[in-house]
Structures are given as C-alpha cells and as structure tokens.
C-alpha cells in the first residue's frame, strides 16, 4: 500500500486478505462509483462477515458503515485511495456501529439500560 508516503504502519496480509485485495482493485477499475454500485461491491467483498454499506452523507461525504467489527487489513484495502471506489470531492469516513446489547442473558443488562439505536 504505497501512496508515496512513508507508511506509518505496515500490514501484512492473509491469502484471502490479498485475494479481497485483488477483487476490490478489479472492482475499482471497472466502477462508477455511485452509492448503489460500492453498496454491491461491499455486499461481495463482505459476504459472509455481516452488514455494510454506503451512505450519502449530503455534504460531499460518505459513509461506510460497519455493522461488525472490520481487521485491520479490511480497513487498509477500504482506506488506500488507489484501490477504493470513490468519487470526485467526495471524503469518506468509517463508522463502525456498535453491536445491540438487548436480551435476558445472564451477562446483558436489563431492557432500560441497553444499546439502542
């Protein structure tokens, strides 16, 4: 992940971190780069790891949220400019929404005191 810049960390990826690598680099080179199309292109690259997708945030920002707690190799290949589909003047921040805590398990917290949202 060489952006010209002396990196400040290095990551090392797994086979399949590189094999999602690869993907995303493919996708970006073939995209549009519209909110439905990076929603797609979320949808495959994190199929089986749960919910994310991209939100317009309506002042030349995006949004992509994470309904699960994402590696540090999938927020490298998410972060490198090179390999990201995003658009023109557009920033884009990452919000990694906490995980509800609603239930009667013994180790959760009674129903007025849990994370809601």
Do not use: H
């Amino acid at each position: 992940f060489y952006a010209g810049l002396q990196p400040s960390s290095v990551v090392r990826l797994t086979d399949d971190a590189y094999r999602k690598l690869i993907r995303a680099k493919a996708f970006s080179n073939i995209t549009d780069a519209t909110i439905p199309s990076i929603n797609r292109f979320l949808r495959i690259l994190f199929t089986d790891r749960g919910k994310v997708y991209c939100t317009d945030g309506r002042d030349m920002t995006m949004n992509i949220v994470f309904e699960f707690p994402p590696t540090p190799s999938d927020l490298a290949i998410l972060k490198t400019l090179a390999v990201m589909p995003v658009p023109s003047g557009v920033e884009v921040r990452f919000i990694i929404a906490p995980t509800p805590n609603l239930g009667f398990a013994a180790d959760t917290y009674p129903m007025d005191e849990g994370t809601f949202y």
